[in-house]
């Protein structure tokens, strides 16, 4: 067995790094969740969570992963044979759609090449073709985590509104939220999903919705079957702080550190932080001669990158020789670019110096694998992170 020294580099798109704050915070004995204690923490993270998602109306947490979440969002909402429109951006777009298959709904998929985000003009096409409005629901990745495109959301509703369509917008934050800007409110989400382990620093184990009033009304008349996601359960039950089952209590603990952790940063300089990361790192592609996966300009994603290799190179087993040398986790290409890209994580609890050692971690592996590239992608990596104007010091945190 090979010894490591120091600590593992998990540099994939989630889970991400946990910080010791986190860890410790969750390091309870047990606790009756239907007690009085509990419910000061369960009104914490209720109201945090809307912070999070910048929304006023109600934040669901389920003891789930993500795809937890996704199915949440379709059963409260639809009913098997409901049209919805969905756009092919990537896997996450794939495996929601194939949720949204197995509970029998009618997809719309818009194709989609995995190098750009939703093809907004397909969107508005079909919407406006929809003149019965049988499209029930608009659902689109905000974050592509399999490639790192991002669409973004106000750009949907926007086409919604001009063409006068009364879908619910449904989006995916999972890999976005609490790393890139994201207004529920402001930007006429109806459903929000997010969850634990991405942007928010913690172990997997958590789904959330944010749900407008909207996919509310929508829900209490939709007979479709559920028990488990029932929106409206849980939301009686959290108007006392708790929850209709058991919560997972440590990571809620968790989550209370960690928005903590957010909101002492300022979400303003964590925002601008994963931007500037995802700039220092595309910087060191760029020398390397390494293409990125997003093609479409303004759309590359701050917290992670996808490096495409060089024709006639296997991505996981440079991903292979880097974890054996240097004990670094990249992120592996998924599904239909399986071993043409490899994913650099740039998101949740990370800082300058990390970076700094997962390029060149990169560039040794570049080396060693004998994939060609140029060096010095981590000289020019440094240079933007020296830039001041690239380096906001950090505001006052907003309380
Ligand atoms: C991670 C991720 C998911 C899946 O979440 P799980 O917790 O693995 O179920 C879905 N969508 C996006 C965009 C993700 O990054």
């Known amino acids: 067995m090979t010894v490591h020294t120091g600590r593992h580099f998990l540099q994939i798109p989630g889970p991400t790094n946990i910080p010791d704050r986190v860890l410790r915070a969750m390091d309870m004995p047990g606790l009756d969740h239907r007690g009085s204690e509990f419910a000061e923490i369960g009104f914490a993270v209720l109201s945090g969570m809307q912070r999070m998602f910048k929304t006023r109306q109600p934040v669901i947490i389920y003891p789930s992963s993500g795809t937890g ?30 949720i949204a ?45 399999s490639t ?30 609490g790393s890139m800007e994201y207004e529920h409110d402001a930007w006429g989400i ?16 958590l789904g959330f919705n944010a749900v407008s009033d909207k996919a509310l009304a929508v829900a209490k008349a939709n007979p479709g079957l559920r028990s488990y996601w029932e929106w409206q359960d849980v939301m009686a039950f959290n108007k006392a702080g708790t929850f ?9 603990f968790g989550l209370r550190e960690a928005i ?3 909101e002492e940063e300022g979400m303003e300089n964590v925002f601008a932080r994963h931007k500037r990361h995802s700039e220092a790192t595309r910087a060191a592609m760029k020398v390397w001669g390494l293409e990125t996966q997003c093609q479409e300009q303004g759309a590359h994603s701050p917290v992670l990158t996808g490096a495409r290799m060089p024709e006639g190179h296997d991505s996981d087993h440079f991903r292979k020789v880097v974890l054996e040398n240097f004990d670094m986790s990249l992120g592996t290409g ?18 300058d110096l990390m970076l700094m050692a997962t390029l060149s971690g990169i ?37």
């Open 69 to 98: 979440a996704w199915e949440a969002a379709i059963v409260n909402t639809l009913q098997p044979g409901d049209r919805v429109l969905m756009c092919e951006t990537g896997q996450f777009a794939v495996l929601w759609r194939g």
């Open 101 to 145: 298959d197995k509970f029998k709904l009618d997809v719309d998929f818009v194709p989609g090449d995995w190098r750009h985000g939703a093809d907004l003009e397909q969107i508005e096409a079909r919407l406006s073709a929809d003149k019965a409005h049988k499209i029930k629901a608009v659902c689109v990745v905000h974050n592509e985590t």
């Open 148 to 177: 790192g495109c991002v669409t973004r959301p106000l750009d949907v509703r926007q086409i919604m509104d001009r063409v006068r369509h009364p879908a619910l917008l449904m989006v995916d934050t999972i890999s976005g939220l």
């Open 190 to 205: 109806d459903v929000s999903v997010a969850g634990s382990q991405k942007g928010l620093m913690l172990p997997p184990g």
């Open 244 to 252: 209709p089952y058991t919560p997972a209590i440590n990571l809620l």
């Open 260 to 262: 903590r952790m957010l």
């Open 334 to 351: 998924l599904n239909k670019v399986k071993g043409k890209l490899f994913r650099i994580g740039h998101i949740g609890h990370f800082n």
């Open 363 to 399: 560039e040794m592996g570049l080396d060693l694998a004998k994939v060609p590239h140029r060096t010095g992608g981590v000289v020019a990596a440094m240079d933007v992170l020296k830039r001041r104007d690239a380096a906001p010091m950090p505001k006052a945190a907003v309380a």
